[in-house]
């Protein structure tokens, strides 16, 4: 099982509650993945978003620059929004970090795009949602299993190639591409038919709920004649790793909190309710907040219903103190990770 953090990037607060400057948190988001490196953690993945809390908008440019500083991280995003994105500049920015890392660390995670400020940031109609994410796929699958640097491809929502090179190839060939959903049937199903391994998104609920969504993606490959190891399942979920649980629900609560007030500014979500988290903190909730012990425990609980091969989790949000997240990464690779290889082993 590979334990992993992503981010969003997280910009500071202020005393006063005002934010602190964008680029610092990209600065912080950087030092975060090299720490996690060091830590010995298994994956780290930067996320697309485009708003002041969470400015990490261009995973390619922090993926390559932490492609640079670390030596053993698997490094990708998470997710890249390619609905309102270029697949061929994606392509090309992630096997440029696979060329920096020296190959074999880079994947990307195309995601349909819960982030809709992508839209109209880029000139997008959102009532075009579903074909555009279905043509830009298809594009960025083209790409990544071209035998040769010349790609061919004709689609209507991006201009022809006609023969054209895209470079550079990575250094296998190709690059891991995984499919991130937030739990739709649909994206499940389509996963299994192309023989992508497939991301999902737990914010909220039971984890154990999406167990027949692993169902259906491991039948839809079998019938479209995929196996071996491409086919996998990973987990990303909220959670906060400190020395004791009481810790933990202190030090995570107030970001959730501000997260859950901008998000409601944004996109129109009900207002925080202290209730509604601490429902979601303990088992079978989707938080993953707590001590080694309990976090490890609770991985490997879900670990019983998807068969997952990655679990990895999303701290930093809200303001949330630095040092918080860094312990919490610290905590995540030398207590967590041995936890949970143990407790496998003994399943």
């Known amino acids: 099982m590979e334990i992993g953090a992503y981010s969003f990037g997280d910009t500071q607060l202020n005393p006063d509650g005002s934010q602190r400057a964008t680029s610092?948190?990209?600065?912080?988001?950087?030092?975060?993945?090299?720490?996690?490196?060091?830590?010995?953690?298994?994956?780290?993945?930067?996320g697309e978003h485009h708003t002041?809390?969470?400015?990490?908008s261009s995973p390619g440019a922090i993926v390559a620059a932490a492609a640079a500083a670390t030596k053993q991280i698997k490094l990708g995003s998470a997710a890249s929004i390619i609905?309102?994105?270029?697949?061929?500049?994606?392509?090309?920015?992630?096997?440029?970090?696979?060329?920096?890392?020296?190959?074999?660390?880079?994947?990307i995670t195309a995601g349909r795009g819960s982030s809709v400020e992508?839209?109209?940031l880029f000139g997008y109609d959102l009532g075009d949602y579903d074909e555009l994410y279905a043509q830009k796929l298809d594009l960025l699958m083209t790409i990544n299993n071209s035998t040769a640097p010349e790609v061919t491809w004709n689609g209507s929502r991006r201009p022809v190639?006609?023969?054209?090179?895209?470079?550079?190839r990575p250094a296998a060939g190709r690059l891991p591409i995984w499919l991130a959903t937030g739990g739709n049937a649909g994206s499940s199903a389509r996963a299994g038919q192309l023989g992508l391994p497939i991301?999902?998104?737990?914010?909220?609920?039971?984890?154990?709920?999406?167990?027949p969504l692993a169902e259906l993606y491991r039948r839809s490959a079998a019938q479209a004649g995929h196996s071996g190891p491409e086919i996998k399942v990973?987990?990303?979920?909220?959670?906060?790793?400190?020395?004791?649980?009481?810790?933990?629900?202190?030090?995570f609560y107030p970001g959730w909190h501000n997260l859950n007030v901008e998000m409601g500014r944004l996109r129109g979500w009900p207002a925080p309710d202290k209730r509604a988290f601490l429902a979601q903190v303990d088992a079978p909730g989707a938080y993953y907040v707590g001590d080694p012990d309990e976090v490890a425990?609770?991985?490997?609980?879900?670990?019983?219903?998807?068969?997952?091969?990655?679990?990895?989790?999303?701290?930093?949000?809200?303001?949330?103190?630095?040092?918080?997240?860094?312990?919490?990464?610290?905590?995540?690779?030398?207590?967590?990770?041995?936890?949970?290889?143990?407790?496998?082993?003994?399943?």
Do not use: C, W
């Not at 060329?99 to 994947?107: H, P, Q």
């Open 52 to 56: 002041t809390s969470m400015p990490a």
């Open 24 to 46: 610092e948190a990209v600065r912080n988001l950087f030092g975060a993945i090299v720490h996690a490196d060091q830590a010995g953690l298994d994956y780290f993945g930067i």
């Open 234 to 251: 990973s987990v990303a979920a909220l959670g906060l790793v400190a020395p004791t649980k009481q810790e933990a629900l202190d030090r």
């Open 199 to 211: 991301s999902y998104g737990i914010i909220g609920g039971a984890p154990h709920r999406f167990a």
């Open 118 to 120: 992508t839209f109209p």
């Open 83 to 107: 609905s309102t994105d270029d697949p061929v500049r994606v392509f090309q920015q992630f096997a440029t970090a696979d060329a920096i890392s020296g190959g074999g660390r880079i994947e």
């Open 297 to 347: 425990e609770r991985i490997v609980h879900l670990h019983g219903h998807l068969g997952h091969m990655r679990h990895f989790l999303q701290t930093d949000v809200g303001g949330l103190p630095h040092e918080n997240l860094l312990e919490s990464i610290t905590l995540l690779a030398t207590e967590v990770k041995p936890r949970v290889s143990r407790l496998l082993s003994l399943k």
């Open 161 to 168: 190639i006609a023969d054209l090179a895209v470079v550079p």
